[in-house]
Structures are given as C-alpha cells and as structure tokens.
C-alpha cells in the first residue's frame, strides 16, 4: 500500500520550455503533497507544500511563478516549471501524507535536465 | 538555525555485522523522527517512525532510539546484508506543522 506514482521519470528539453511533472497516490487520499528538489548527493530541499483545492505554500527562496503547482484532487498534484533554464535541472521529487504526524510516501522522481 | 546532522557521510561494514547510523539535531523539538531508505535514482521509500515519548522502535532487523536529551536517533541494522547498502536519511517533524527536514544522509555500503 501508500503507492506514489511520478511521472515522467526523465526530462531533457530545451531552454524555455514548460515541463509539466504529475504526483499521483494510487491507493490512498493524500491531504498533503510536497515537493522536493535534490542535488547530486544532497539532502532533499523542500520547495513547496500543497493541499488539497487551496494554493500551495512556498519555501523562502522558491519562485512561485517559476513554480507552478496545482492540488486539483487529493490523489493528484502537478509541478510546473515554467520557462526551464539550464539552472532547473535537478532531480525533483514528490510525496504525498495522510495526514500531519504521519510519514510521507514518495514517487521515484524526475531527472530533469534543460539544455 | 535548525539543523540535522547525519555524522558519517559514508559507512562501510562487513556482512553480517551491525550498522549503526547517528542522526543529531539542535536548535530544534520534533515531535517525531522518521529514517529512510534511499537508492540510486529514486525516491525515498519510509522506514520507521518513533514519537518524542518513544524511547526504542524495532521492525525487523531495524531499530531507531530517540534520545531527547542528547538530541540524538541511532538506526541500527542488525545482521546486515548486501542488498541493505543504500543512502539512509532522517528526518524530523514538529507537531505544529507537517513539512519535514531531512539530513543529508549517510551512505551505507556492505561488503560481502
């Protein structure tokens, strides 16, 4: 059980592309998603936290209009970024909670690379 | 500022034995602290959680302490295996909010 899905896994497109990634839980509600940017042997950044039909909370530093996220349903959330610049590229990943106190289940992320 | 400290970067043991990964944090009162396991290229998968009144959590081959006092978890894997080798990362919670900060992990290799 508590199955996060991420799609796509790889990403390589062009400078001043949007890519759109999408966070599903398969088998559970998720009041709360969250996204997370990691480098190569890095800890995971939290970039933003989004719940369900309201908007999603940015971390200090995270440009909401470069960043996109969208909570339509509470198995589904979707990153955006807007206008990709060589910069962007990271590995992005995703989780999803039941509720606060509870562990977060994670998708296998998004290698994004912008060339 | 809060921070987490995983001390070992990387760890490397034999088979058989037990691993024992530090987790420290200051500046900080988690409510609750998790441990996962991380591969190459993927997500983190969720391993144990212990609350701030828990002293001990097993499951399995796993146990985490959590030590309030000296602001400190052990993860322990007893009888190790190769196919335990993987980055293991902590994290902690407070009870007013539900992000999470994570450590930087520490890598642990098995040999045979």
């Given at each position: 059980?508590?199955?996060?899905?991420?799609?796509?896994?790889?990403?390589?497109?062009?400078?001043?592309?949007?890519?759109?990634?999408?966070?599903?839980?398969?088998?559970?509600?998720?009041?709360?998603?969250?996204?997370?940017?990691?480098?190569?042997?890095?800890?995971?950044?939290?970039?933003?936290?989004?719940?369900?039909?309201?908007?999603?909370?940015?971390?200090?530093?995270?440009?909401?209009?470069?960043?996109?996220?969208?909570?339509?349903?509470?198995?589904?959330s979707t990153l955006t970024v807007t206008s990709a610049h060589p910069e962007d590229s990271s590995f992005y990943i995703c989780s999803a909670q039941t509720g606060v106190g509870q562990p977060q289940h994670f998708g296998d992320g998004t290698r994004l690379s912008i060339l | 500022s809060q921070k987490i400290e995983q001390n070992s970067e990387a760890l490397n043991i034999q088979e058989g034995k037990t691993?024992?990964?530090?987790?420290?944090?200051?500046?900080?009162?988690?409510?609750?602290?998790?441990?996962?396991?991380?591969?190459?290229?993927?997500?983190?998968?969720?391993?144990?959680?212990?609350?701030?009144?828990?002293?001990?959590?097993?499951?399995?081959?796993?146990?985490?302490?959590?030590?309030?006092?000296?602001?400190?978890?052990?993860?322990?894997?007893?009888?190790?295996?190769?196919?335990?080798?993987?980055?293991?990362?902590?994290?902690?919670?407070?009870?007013?909010?539900?992000?999470?900060?994570?450590?930087?992990?520490?890598?642990?290799?098995?040999?045979?």
């Amino acid at each position: 059980g508590a199955v996060v899905s991420q799609h796509p896994s790889r990403v390589i497109c062009k400078s001043g592309t949007s890519v759109k990634i999408e966070c599903r839980s398969l088998d559970f509600q998720a009041t709360t998603m969250f996204w997370y940017r990691q480098f190569p042997k890095k800890s995971l950044m939290l970039m933003a936290t989004s719940n369900e039909g309201s908007k999603a909370t940015y971390e200090q530093g995270v440009e909401k209009d470069k960043f996109l996220i969208n909570h339509a349903s509470l198995t589904l959330s979707t990153l955006t970024v807007t206008s990709a610049h060589p910069e962007d590229s990271s590995f992005y990943i995703c989780s999803a909670q039941t509720g606060v106190g509870q562990p977060q289940h994670f998708g296998d992320g998004t290698r994004l690379s912008i060339l | 500022s809060q921070k987490i400290e995983q001390n070992s970067e990387a760890l490397n043991i034999q088979e058989g034995k037990t691993a024992t990964l530090t987790c420290n944090y200051t500046n900080y009162s988690p409510a609750y602290l998790q441990w996962y396991r991380q591969d190459p290229g993927r997500g983190p998968v969720f391993l144990l959680l212990i609350r701030e009144n828990e002293k001990e959590k097993r499951k399995e081959r796993l146990k985490v302490t959590f030590d309030t006092t000296l602001k400190q978890s052990l993860f322990h894997i007893t009888a190790s295996q190769p196919a335990d080798s993987a980055t293991y990362l902590c994290a902690l919670a407070g009870s007013s909010a539900s992000k999470i900060i994570f450590g930087s992990g520490t890598r642990l290799s098995i040999r045979p």
